[in-house]
């Protein structure tokens, strides 16, 4: 068997992988990274932009976010079931690491809040700038790191409860890996259908839509998940969570779940019901997709409906939308009728127009109680001005009465799944018995069991963030603890 041996070897070249190499290259490691794909970068290339507290450019748009305030809201969202240190590492260095990314010639262009009230920490990437991976591996080059592609890794070696390296296997057999330190960042469970099933349940690509190609299409020959292998190790598990969000199926996907130049969809004056004909929650919640998707969710076919007429489209075009992505901008330039026809010419019927609400519950499959649905929720709003049901703000009120009506169907979209490891502040991974696993570390969407069951939107950015900085804590930590097996 071919072999190779390393200070430092890590499993996975994505937002948390590449990190890893750069910091425990520069601290004097010898680094080799394993990538199973024939590519670097991972599931989005370091994303669109990254999460961070108190960084300069919150400071001159005059946002006063604090760490503080930041960590108790977050114990507050969690109920305190995530580990409060690891979640205190992630945010007092995110500042530090938007710096750093600076310097390595990431530009930011903005800072985006997902939606009104969410909070302006998304640190947008100037839109067409270089993606961060691709910038990061050059400088991982630089400090030395080893890259072998289209390489996967079967199993850890663990001797006298150490982490020792691993075996890896590519087109021309095995190679066994001897390493001081190993860094699990294979980018969580989310290609992995069967295992996300047996685990949550639920279905990737069946009850929950999935960006096309994400999954790996055999799970026989798909790579083991590094979760599978630190598991098989002896790591303590954490839940899986799926990052998802209410969204029009693709390839209708876009920023908040709709295509670009169909923001009409997310409003909170529109009307959402399910297959029943029923409102099942106040539209003015779509501004969370994470939120609103856990609604959908329980809904029959995990499926629900956005409903407005040309009234509040003529509304909408005239005097602007509630909810806005900030300067989220995908694609092309399209206008607003030729994507609706460009949609219909390719066959898609996620999203439809009709004349009458007969005709849209023929052509969707609602439930004729839409109707009364549609007639209770006008006769309250014009006899009462208000929403009995759902008590909907009453700037969002207005009766949907017609004669066109357009409607689009939305279902649980997931970006990817996280957890599955736990780690502690050092990055770390923790045995069952509570304690560190010595010689293993594991960073980004592997080991990222910091949400509770819901992905925060209110604090975007987050995933990529998370990923980098504690792609950064354990190459900084595997180094030295290479370091000190020396000495
Ligand atoms: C469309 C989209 C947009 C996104 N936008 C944002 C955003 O704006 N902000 C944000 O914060 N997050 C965003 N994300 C999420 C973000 O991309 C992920 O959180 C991040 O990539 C996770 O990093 P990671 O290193 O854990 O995994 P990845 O970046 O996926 O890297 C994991 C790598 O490990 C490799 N691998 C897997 N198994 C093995 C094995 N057995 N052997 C060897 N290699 C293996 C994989 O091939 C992959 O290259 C987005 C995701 C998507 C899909």
């Known amino acids: 068997m071919r072999s190779v041996i390393t200070d430092v070897a890590i499993i996975g070249a994505g937002a948390a992988g590449i990190p890893a190499a750069i910091e425990a290259g520069l601290a004097g490691a010898a680094v080799d990274v394993f990538e199973q794909s024939d590519h670097t970068g991972g599931s989005c290339n370091g994303g669109n932009g990254v999460f961070a507290v108190g960084t300069a450019m919150q400071k001159e748009k005059q946002f006063t976010y604090t760490k503080k305030e930041i960590l108790s809201y977050w114990m507050n969202y969690t109920h305190n079931m995530v580990d409060i240190r690891l979640v205190s590492e992630f945010i007092n260095r995110s500042a530090a690491t938007v710096e750093w990314l600076k310097g390595y010639g990431v ?51 663990i001797k006298d409860g150490r982490c020792v390296g691993f075996i890896g296997e590519d087109s021309e057999g095995e190679i066994e890996v001897s390493a001081k330190a190993v860094i699990i960042a294979s980018g969580g469970a989310g290609k992995r259908a069967d295992f996300v099933k047996e685990q949550t349940g639920c279905e990737l690509g069946k009850d929950i839509t999935v960006f096309p190609g994400m999954l790996y299409e055999d799970a026989a020959t798909a790579p083991k998940l590094g979760i599978e292998l630190a598991w098989e190790a ?70 629900a409906f956005m409903i407005f007429d040309q009234a509040l489209r003529d509304k909408y075009d005239h005097t602007g939308m509630d909810y806005v992505m900030g300067n989220v901008h995908f694609m092309d330039d399209l206008t607003p009728d030729e994507y609706l026809k ?10 439809i127009v009709a004349e009458t609400l007969e005709e849209l519950c023929e052509s969707t499959g ?5 109707i ?35 409607c689009a169907k939305f279902r649980r979209h997931a970006y990817g799944v996280m957890g599955g490891l736990r780690i502690n502040h050092r990055a770390e991974v923790i045995s069952v018995d509570g304690d560190a696993i010595p010689g293993l570390y594991a960073a980004g969407n592997d080991a990222n069991a910091i949400y509770g069951d819901t992905y925060p939107f209110s604090l975007s950015g987050n995933t990529s963030s998370f990923a980098i ?19």
């Open 372 to 406: 009364r649905t549609v007639e209770e929720y006008n006769q309250a709003i014009e006899a009462h001005g208000n929403d009995p049901i759902f008590h909907k703000e009453n700037e969002y009120l207005q009766p949907i009465k017609g004669p066109i009506y357009y």
């Open 107 to 157: 530009e930011f262009s903005d800072l985006v809040a997902y939606y009104p009230g969410a909070m302006h920490v998304w640190h947008f990437r100037r839109d067409g700038s270089p993606f961060i991976t691709d910038l990061l591996k050059a400088v991982s080059d630089k400090a030395g790191a080893k890259y072998h592609l289209n390489t996967a890794v079967k199993n850890l070696i």
């Open 366 to 370: 609602i439930d004729r109680s839409l």
């Open 234 to 303: 002896g790591a303590a598990h954490t839940k899986l969570m799926i990052d998802s969000f209410a969204s029009i199926p693709d390839p209708n996907f876009g920023p908040g779940g709709v295509p670009a130049q169909l923001p009409w969809f997310r409003q909170p004056q529109n009307i959402c019901v399910n297959l029943h004909g029923e409102r099942f929650i106040s539209e003015a919640e779509m501004k969370n997709g994470a939120f609103m998707g856990n609604a959908i969710a329980i809904q029959k076919q995990s499926t």
């Open 342 to 351: 460009m949609n219909w010419d390719r066959g898609n019927r996620d999203i």
């Open 469 to 487: 900085n504690t792609g950064r804590i354990a190459g900084e930590q595997a180094a030295k603890f290479a370091k000190d097996l020396e000495s």
